[in-house]
């Protein structure tokens, strides 16, 4: 049995590693060569954020979108951002964050909330309910999103397409796909109007 010291400096352990998420900075943005690249965390937080426009009204248990969105990328506080460009396989990927997950589960109380952040990010990975398909649109949503805010920043309308052709015909939720088209033609909106600008 873990003696009551051990269990604290195992919490302040799991703490530190959750920290490096503040400032892992997103790969894909990395490889793009774009300025001031977001964080991991931020992309976790937005997210969460997002979790409050689903409800019992939508049909989803939004306590379970919102602690769901902030652990689906906790295993990259162990073993970083890995996109499909950086040569692992799904299943190596996947391996990997299984891994991390049950060391950050063994920190974190294996029987308590250690668990829940390692069924909530299995419940992801699956994909087999509800909550793990919205939860996987605002992931992706989420990274359009950024794109756009990048290409709006630099003045660069449609540079990072392939960020929103990588997207095209995966989101399932009706809200969630409102919004993508909203940002499609605000998108347009911004393409056309920088060209008349030129």
């Known amino acids: 049995m873990a003696?009551?010291?051990?269990?604290?400096?195992d919490q302040l352990e799991f703490m530190?590693?959750?920290g490096n998420l503040k400032h892992l900075k997103r790969t894909g943005w990395v490889k793009k060569g774009i300025n001031e690249p977001e964080t991991?965390?931020?992309?976790?937080?937005?997210?969460?954020?997002?979790?409050?426009f689903f409800g019992e009204n939508e049909g989803f248990d939004s306590n379970k979108v919102m602690r769901m969105s902030l652990?689906?990328?906790?295993?990259?506080?162990?073993?970083?951002?890995?996109?499909?460009?950086c040569g692992v396989s799904k299943e190596e990927k996947h391996c990997r964050e299984v891994e991390a997950m049950n060391r950050?589960?063994?920190?974190?109380?294996?029987?308590?909330?250690?668990?829940?952040?390692?069924?909530?990010?299995?419940?992801?990975?699956?994909?087999?309910t509800k909550e793990a398909q919205l939860v996987m649109d605002l992931d992706r949503f989420d990274m359009i999103l950024q794109a756009f805010e990048y290409e709006e920043k630099e003045k660069s309308?449609?540079?990072?397409?392939?960020?929103f052709t990588s997207t095209?015909?995966?989101?399932?939720?009706?809200?969630?796909?409102?919004?993508?088209?909203?940002?499609?033609?605000q998108r347009s909106n911004f393409s056309l109007s920088s060209e008349k600008g030129n």
Not at 3 to 9: A, E, H, I, Q, R
Not at 40 to 52: C, E, K, P, Q
Not at 71 to 85: A, F, N, R, Y
Not at 157 to 163: C, I, N, S, T
Request: charged share 30%; no cysteine.
């Open 3 to 9: 003696t009551k010291d051990s269990t604290v400096n």
């Open 16 to 18: 530190k590693l959750v």
């Open 40 to 52: 991991v965390s931020g992309h976790m937080y937005r997210m969460a954020i997002l979790s409050f």
């Open 71 to 85: 652990v689906h990328d906790l295993g990259e506080s162990i073993i970083g951002d890995i996109t499909p460009h």
């Open 104 to 128: 950050i589960k063994s920190l974190v109380d294996k029987n308590g909330p250690g668990q829940e952040m390692f069924d909530l990010f299995m419940e992801y990975e699956e994909q087999k």
């Open 157 to 163: 309308p449609k540079v990072l397409e392939e960020f």
């Open 168 to 185: 095209e015909g995966f989101f399932k939720t009706p809200k969630v796909i409102q919004w993508v088209e909203e940002l499609k033609k």
